[in-house]
């Protein structure tokens, strides 16, 4: 590997200086990076769809109306008059589902139980994906093609192929992509963010982030609805792409987050909620230089919920990831242990805490007498997703991007997506953004995880 990029501060510089010096490295570093997102509107290609006024109603549809996506329906219909919306379609494989969504809705809402046709309507502006993981670039791709903005839940893709296949659409397209990260709407992180940009914390050092839970029965061991049979889901769609097909299997449909054919366990679904925002604060998301992760599912919680199957994914997972310039990312997540790190920025000059609505930051004992400590308590929590649903609606009215946009979201699935590939291949995976290949330390390509290329795939 080359050497890494060295950043020093003299003791007897001044603040105002330092600042000055980190925006001039900052803007020459933005220029040279090929995949900043221009800002929506600027050096795009033109694509379908309608141009959303700021007093226009936007008209949304509903992909995907289990648990998470009914949440999504409550919420939307909650908010449609402050947000100036409407529900016009919601779809799932799910008869039972997406009759019950329909139902709920009201109104002129129409039920389909495939995307194709809700993404077909020339009325609806906006698609909310909340699938199973291996559906949601299908329905992201299909929904930007067709002229619509997309929320797409987290994480957002399975794989990391995916994740450049919505990048490169949303590119051509010029149409916003949210990802389901709803803790980047949270004011702490921007201000993080603003504090960053500014060189306060100096040349970032570590970052650390958690998202633990305990569950002695087993996390994601739902309960099995009565609807969940073979006549009311459609399961040669629900399964679509994966590679280890079986039959109808209800404890699958139910439980699916367990099993890597359609989920790569916490670290699709928990440590996003953590690395969007983290990477967000730095001030200037980057793509990974490597990421290892090591996992296991040693504590077989399963055995204490009947009718189950032993989970692929891991109980207990963490990931270190390298950025350029030095900078690292440790995250930890499991389902076995309640107890997290303390969540912060950790820089040479000083540290940054983060809290539900609150920024604290320390300067280091060097730099104590050049620097203040500064504390912003009472910003924007935004830990909800109406106020996710928002950023995306006033973005796409403003021509602005959403907080959890394309840019730092595959930035994070490369990470996400890396760290699943170190895990279950066991090598520490080099990345080159440029060309988008993976290797070892000794230079041997690494093949992207994908479809077919592992047995649980």
Same mark, same amino acid.
């Given at each position: 590997m080359s050497e890494k990029m060295k950043t #020093?501060?003299?003791?007897?510089?001044?603040?105002?200086?330092?600042?000055?010096?980190?925006a001039a490295v900052a803007a020459v570093t933005a220029a040279a990076n090929p995949f900043v997102t221009p800002v929506y509107g600027q050096s795009q290609a033109p694509s379908t769809g309608r141009v959303i006024g700021a007093n226009d109603r936007i008209v949304v549809g509903f992909v995907g109306v289990g648990g998470q996506g009914m949440a999504h329906v409550r919420s939307v219909k909650r908010n449609a008059g402050a947000n100036n919306v409407e529900i016009a379609a919601a779809c799932d494989v799910s008869k039972t589902r997406t009759s019950e969504a329909v139902e709920y809705i009201g109104g002129e809402c129409k039920g389909y139980g495939d995307h194709r046709k809700v993404v077909d309507r020339k009325d609806?502006? /906006?698609?909310?994906?909340?699938?199973? =993981?291996?559906?949601?670039? =299908?329905v992201t791709c299909d929904a930007l093609e067709s002229g619509k903005h997309v929320y797409c839940e987290k994480p957002m893709t399975r794989y990391l192929g995916e994740a450049f296949r919505i990048y490169d659409v949303a590119q051509k397209t010029g149409k916003l992509v949210q990802v389901g990260a709803q803790r980047t709407s949270s004011g702490a992180y921007h201000k993080a963010a603003a504090?960053?940009?500014?060189?306060?914390?100096?040349?970032?050092?570590?970052?650390? *982030?958690?998202?633990?839970? &305990?569950?002695p029965k087993g996390e994601w &061991?739902?309960?099995?609805? *009565?609807y969940a049979t073979a006549e009311?889901?459609?399961?040669?769609?629900?399964?679509?792409?994966?590679?280890?097909?079986?039959?109808?299997?209800?404890?699958?449909?139910?439980?699916?987050?367990?099993?890597?054919?359609?989920?790569?366990?916490?670290?699709?679904?928990?440590?996003?909620?953590?690395?969007?925002?983290?990477?967000?604060? #730095?001030?200037?998301?980057?793509?990974?230089?490597?990421?290892?992760?090591?996992?296991?599912?040693?504590?077989? #919680?399963?055995?204490?919920?009947?009718?189950?199957?032993?989970?692929?994914?891991?109980? &207990?997972?963490?990931?270190?990831?390298?950025?350029?310039? *030095?900078?690292?990312?440790?995250?930890?997540?499991?389902?076995? &242990?309640e107890q997290g790190v303390v969540e912060m920025i950790r820089g040479h000059q000083g540290n940054m805490y983060l809290g539900n609505g609150k920024v604290e930051f320390k300067p280091e004992r060097p730099f104590a007498d050049e620097i203040d400590p500064e504390t912003h308590n009472g910003l924007e929590p935004g830990e909800d997703i109406s106020s996710h649903e928002k950023n995306l609606f006033d973005a796409i009215r403003s021509g602005n991007q959403p907080s959890a946009n394309i840019d730092l979201a595959i930035?994070?699935?490369? /990470?996400?997506?890396?760290?699943?590939?170190?895990?279950?291949?066991?090598?520490?995976?080099?990345?080159d953004e440029k060309t988008r290949k993976i290797t070892t330390g000794n230079g041997i390509e690494v093949e992207a995880i994908t479809y077919g290329s592992v047995e649980l795939s």
């Open positions: #020093t501060s003299e003791s007897g510089s001044t603040r105002r200086g330092f600042i000055k010096q980190t609806i502006d /906006v698609i909310i994906c909340s699938t199973v =993981d291996h559906w949601h670039t =299908d504090m960053n940009k500014e060189g306060l914390c100096g040349a970032l050092v570590l970052a650390t *982030g958690s998202y633990m839970r &305990n569950n &061991n739902y309960q099995i609805p *009565g009311d889901i459609d399961w040669g769609r629900w399964i679509g792409r994966v590679h280890k097909k079986v039959g109808f299997n209800a404890d699958h449909f139910s439980r699916w987050r367990k099993y890597y054919p359609y989920c790569a366990g916490v670290l699709g679904d928990l440590l996003p909620h953590r690395l969007h925002p983290l990477m967000l604060a #730095t001030g200037n998301p980057q793509f990974p230089t490597r990421v290892v992760s090591l996992g296991n599912s040693a504590y077989r #919680t399963d055995e204490n919920t009947p009718d189950t199957y032993p989970r692929d994914v891991d109980e &207990n997972v963490q990931i270190l990831a390298e950025f350029p310039g *030095g900078f690292n990312i440790f995250l930890t997540s499991g389902t076995v &242990n930035k994070v699935q490369t /990470v996400v997506s890396l760290a699943e590939i170190s895990d279950r291949l066991n090598v520490m995976c080099l990345f």
